[in-house]
């Protein structure tokens, strides 16, 4: 089945910097990637899905990108905020078609004021 | 408000006593998934719906049933509770399939003593 690794397990960073978030996968190459965000207690909150043919995607203050060679996407917040600290996971579908999303384990980040 | 309900949201019981999760969507989406998080390994899919009467295996499905008799609710059923299965579960769905967002539910938490 497809492993996805997201490198760090928690991150902290000062107010106002860039975050930048690592998630990689091994075996299948998947068509998509999305990024989810989940607070304490709270179930996952969707925030970007990027296709395997789309280099980056951008909602305000969030970027991410997915590099098919590498098999590996990144996941930026920039000028981040305390209220950006939450745990970011990662997940794609593996094989084409496939109907399970495979979730990372995730990064808490913890943004500093 | 669209949303998916997930009842309860605390659940402690004993081993082998059958107990019942429920699940609904006010979306009128055709695909819904069960999730377990447990720490350190994530979010695991225990089984998904297509549509009504289409339901199939993720990839932890031992020890759980689910139905889907109509569109909007999806329960997931424990007909012998273990204690390996004290878990933080969680309901999703999406209007389409695994290749769209995700809305998860607010979670269950489920204690097996």
């Known amino acids: 089945s497809q492993k996805i690794e997201q490198n760090s397990e928690a991150l902290n960073i000062q107010e106002g910097k860039t975050a930048t978030l690592t998630c990689n996968y091994t075996?299948?190459?998947?068509?998509?990637l999305q990024w989810y965000r989940q607070d304490p207690g709270r179930g996952p909150v969707f925030l970007l899905l990027?296709?395997?043919?789309?280099k980056e995607k951008r909602k305000e203050r969030l970027k991410v990108t997915f590099d098919t060679t590498l098999k590996q996407s990144l996941f930026h917040i920039t000028a981040s905020q305390p209220a950006d600290s939450a745990t970011y996971l990662c997940a794609n579908p593996g094989r084409a078609g496939a109907n399970n999303l495979f979730f990372g384990t995730g990064t808490r980040l913890t943004v500093i004021p | 408000e669209a949303q998916v309900t997930q009842n309860p949201r605390y659940l402690i019981t004993v081993t082998g006593k059958k107990l019942t999760v429920t699940c609904s969507q006010n979306?009128?989406?055709?695909?819904m998934s069960w999730y377990r998080q447990d720490p350190g390994l994530g979010l695991r899919q225990i089984y998904y719906s297509m549509n009504v009467e289409v339901t199939d295996k993720g990839d932890v499905p031992e020890g759980y049933k689910v139905s889907r008799k109509e569109k909007r609710n999806f329960p997931l059923i424990l007909e012998s509770p273990s204690p390996n299965q004290t878990s933080l579960y969680f309901c999703?769905?999406?209007?389409?399939?695994?290749?769209?967002?995700?809305?998860f539910g607010s979670g269950t938490q489920l204690s097996v003593l």
């Open positions: 999703a769905s999406s209007l389409l399939g695994a290749n769209e967002k995700l809305f």
């Open positions: 979306m009128n989406h055709e695909y």
């Open positions: 990027i296709r395997e043919n789309e």
């Open positions: 075996n299948y190459s998947p068509a998509y």
